[in-house]
């Protein structure tokens, strides 16, 4: 499905991923766990297209995306959710998760039937159409971005840290719609980066390590310490 081979990318010259290769099928549920900093942000960035490869490859079910545009990329069915959410505050929740849609050039009918099926996977989402984006809660901003995600996302979803700051409550939703998204679509590949390893609890089938750009088969030794540390306080 996704495969990266030794993928290098720099920020203002300074190196932010290193070598990175992992072949990723579909169906798979893969989480990239490390601290702020490490390269998670990045890594999906670079998927996306919103990062200029230094070397390297990314292909997406056996094509290569080096000549498809960031833009463009969501007509491969790859959905993304980034961490600052990004909610367009001059239109609604529907409108917001409708776009995407309206960029891919989906028939109304197409829209419809997606916008369905998301309201199935985030039933919270469908007493927040009618409101702005820019009246959401942090955590509603969070089910929101990850409606929009799945608007599109007919093969892969990008999750940037979704659980970051979300009450325990909000938590045990997403947790309940990644679980059924992948009942519904059990060939879809998901990846989810996240700080803290705890807040995944069993939602993936793999999990994969970054420090400093590259990825790691275990925990570095201080991040391990870190969330073994945060186990004893939880």
Same mark, same amino acid.
């Given at each position: ?126 007493? &927040? =159409? %009618?409101?702005?984006? @820019?009246?959401? /809660?942090?955590? +509603?901003?969070?089910?929101? $971005? ?68 590259? &990825? =790691? %088969?275990?925990?570095? @030794?201080?991040? /391990?310490?870190? +969330?073994?540390?945060?186990? $004893?306080?939880?």
């Amino acid at each position: 499905m996704l495969k990266l081979e030794n993928v290098s990318a720099r920020i203002d010259n300074v190196e932010v991923l290193r070598n990175i290769s992992v072949d990723l099928p579909a169906g798979s549920i893969v989480a990239v766990v490390g601290r702020n900093g490490a390269g998670k942000t990045t890594l999906l960035k670079a998927v996306m297209g919103l990062l200029r490869l230094e070397e390297g490859d990314i292909s997406f079910d056996g094509q290569s995306l080096s000549r498809v545009k960031a833009h463009e990329r969501v007509l491969l069915g790859i959905g993304y959710a980034p961490q600052e959410r990004v909610m367009f505050p001059s239109m609604s929740v529907e409108e917001n998760l409708r776009f995407p849609c309206q960029i891919a050039r989906y028939s109304k009918a197409q829209i419809d039937e997606s916008l369905k099926l998301t309201l199935e996977i985030v039933p919270q989402l469908e007493e &927040l =159409l %009618p409101r702005s984006g @820019a009246a959401l /809660s942090g955590g +509603q901003g969070k089910m929101a $971005a990850l409606g929009r995600a799945l608007m599109v996302g007919s093969h892969m979803v990008l999750l940037d840290e979704p659980f970051q700051g979300l009450a325990p409550a909000l938590a045990a939703q997403y947790s309940d719609a990644l679980q059924r998204l992948h009942q519904k679509m059990p060939d879809l590949s998901i990846v989810i980066t996240e700080s803290n390893a705890g807040l995944l609890k069993d939602i993936p089938d793999k999990v994969m390590y970054i420090e400093r750009g590259a &990825l =790691l %088969p275990e925990p570095a @030794a201080s991040e /391990s310490t870190n +969330q073994s540390a945060v186990g $004893a306080q939880l």
